[in-house]
């Protein structure tokens, strides 16, 4: 069995990364139905994902185990972070930080 | 709008296509949007084990979108799973390519340049494709539909690949 951080990082979503990050931050405050998921990411980002890439990212995530369908729920399903999501989703901002530091320390430095 | 939807395989509707709809119901449809869904639905065609790996859920569903067996790979590096028909295809589409390009090496050997056996040549080419294709594309057509279809494709191949070695 490979460690938890190999797990996180190894789950490769291809042109669907971003979008996929974008569902797991939306999803990593309430659970939400894809719908409320659009309006929440072009809140974040100004941007507004279209159906088929959210679609896309959110097969990706299910196959995945890291986002799951909250039992019950009718024509308009909402989605919830999985706990392995959860990780996930600490491993990616965990790096993103990193990026952003040094981006920024070398930004000042120039 | 919900006409792009059926672009989308059969289990990949099952499994999304009511919350894919619902949603749809509440956009705009914008020349974006609509690139947007066709380029979805291609993905969604060359992954159709996304959809078919996911459990259905919704009421009234025929359980068609599980995974065949439930049985299923995992490959680590990936996150990819592989189903047991997958593997079948596979092997059976490398197999007879193998076995009909042999034939067609030893025809060659055997007869020299006919142009019916650079005509098996090209089939044994494009042959298992064909029968891949007819098999994905033909949903939930009979046997026997199916095998007129790959026998009217296969006959077509055969005429333009001899027509091509006599040219």
Redesign the interface.
Known sequence: M?PRDQEDT???FGRFSEPALLVLVSLAGEPK???AM?EDIAAMTGARL???????A???L???GLIE?L?G?????PYRLTAAGARHLKVRLAGLAKVTRIGQTRLAGA | MSFLLRLYPKA?RE??G???A???A??RLTP??A???????L??QL?P???A??AP?A?GSSGGATVIGGFSFRC????R?TTREDLRSALALAGSTLVLAIAYVWLKRAVGSAPWVEALGQVALFGPVLAYSVQLGAGNRTRAARAFLFTVLLGLLLLIGYAAAKL
């Not at chain 1, 279209?50 to 896309?56: H, N």
């Not at chain 1, 729920?73 to 399903?77: D, F, G, L, T, Y």
């Not at chain 2, 680590?76 to 996150?79: F, H, I, L, P």
Request: charged share 30%; no cysteine; aromatic share 6%.
């Open positions: 490979r190894a789950t490769d139905h894809g719908y659009i279209g159906a088929g890439t959210l679609y896309g959110i097969a990706r299910e196959a995945g369908l039992p729920a009718e024509r308009r399903r | 990949w499994r999304y009511e919350e894919l619902d949603l749809l509440r956009e974006r949007l690139l947007d869904l066709l380029t979805g639905a993905d969604a992954h084990q996304l959809a790996r996911t859920k009421a680590a590096a990936t996150a799973t």
